[in-house]
C-alpha cells in the first residue's frame, strides 16, 4: 500500500513539472489578416514563462519581452497583448488561451495565478436551468433512493447555491494524465469502454437515468471521456 501511495505521489508530481516547465497547456496566439494563428512551441513558452513572471510582478520591465522564434525576434507588451516583428516593425495583438472548457470563465491571468485556496476555484452559477439539474440529481440518485437511510432526506433537498470549480492546474493534469493512459493502452493493445454512471435512477418524469441525461449540462463544453 505504501509503495502504491509513494508511486501516485510521484505521478502526481511529474504532472506538477509538466504544468510549471514546458507543457503547460496554454496556448499563445498572434492575430493576422483577420485570423488567430498559433505561436510556434518554441515561443510559446517563451512567451508562456515571461507572462508568468509580469503576473507576479506587473512592473514596467516585465511588461515588455524579447521573444525569439524560427529565428525572428519580436516584442511583446502584455499590458496591451500586443507584439512588435522586430524586422517589420509590424505591429499585431496577441492573446492566451488556456486550454479550458469553453464555458469557463475565469480571466486565463486569474487561471494561472490560482493558489491551494479553495475560494479561487470557486465561480458561482445563477443559470435556474443547472440549479434544478443539480437538484434533480440530489434528489433521484443512490442519496435518496433508501427510505430507510438516514440519505433519504436527500429527496426534498433544496438548493440554495451552486459553484463551478475551476481548477485550471487540475484540468491541465487530468489531461495529461488522459493522453498518458491512452498511449498505454495503445502500446499494450487495450480497449476501454465506458461503465455506467453508479447510483443512478430514472428523474422525475420516469424518462431517463437522472445522473447520465444530465452529464451534457454539467460538462462545461468539454465532457470528460469516456474511455
Keep these: 500500500m505504501r509503495a502504491e501511495a509513494e508511486k501516485k505521489v510521484e505521478e502526481m508530481k511529474k504532472v506538477q513539472d509538466q504544468l510549471t516547465v514546458g507543457n503547460s497547456g496554454a496556448c499563445w496566439q498572434y492575430e493576422e489578416s483577420g485570423g488567430w494563428h498559433a505561436v510556434p512551441p518554441e515561443g510559446n513558452e517563451q ?5 508568468l513572471a509580469y503576473l507576479r510582478d506587473p512592473t514596467y520591465h516585465n511588461r515588455f519581452a524579447m521573444i525569439t522564434s524560427a529565428g525572428v525576434p519580436r516584442q511583446v507588451d502584455f ?8 524586422g517589420t516593425n509590424k505591429v499585431c495583438q496577441i492573446r492566451i488561451l488556456p486550454g479550458v472548457p469553453h464555458q469557463s470563465v475565469t480571466p486565463p491571468a486569474c487561471l494561472l495565478q490560482q493558489t491551494d485556496q479553495l475560494r479561487s476555484f470557486y465561480v458561482e452559477i445563477t443559470d435556474g436551468h443547472i440549479h434544478d439539474k443539480v437538484r434533480e440529481v440530489l434528489q ?18 433544496t438548493v440554495k447555491s451552486v459553484h463551478r470549480i475551476e481548477n ?3 484540468w491541465q493534469g487530468y489531461k495529461l494524465r ?4 491512452r498511449k498505454e493502452h495503445a502500446s499494450y ?23 447520465t441525461s444530465n452529464q451534457e449540462v454539467f460538462d462545461c463544453g468539454e465532457p470528460l471521456a469516456l474511455d
Design 47 to 51: 512567451m508562456h514563462q515571461a507572462y
Design 79 to 86: 499590458e496591451l497583448m500586443m507584439q512588435k516583428h522586430c
Design 140 to 157: 433521484f440518485t443512490g442519496h435518496g433512493q433508501d427510505g430507510s437511510h438516514q440519505c433519504s432526506c436527500m429527496k426534498t433537498a
Design 168 to 170: 485550471w492546474r487540475l
Design 178 to 181: 488522459r493522453e498518458a493512459l
Design 189 to 211: 493493445n487495450v480497449s476501454v469502454t465506458p461503465v455506467a454512471l453508479d447510483l443512478d435512477a430514472f428523474d422525475a418524469g420516469g424518462v431517463g437515468k437522472a445522473m
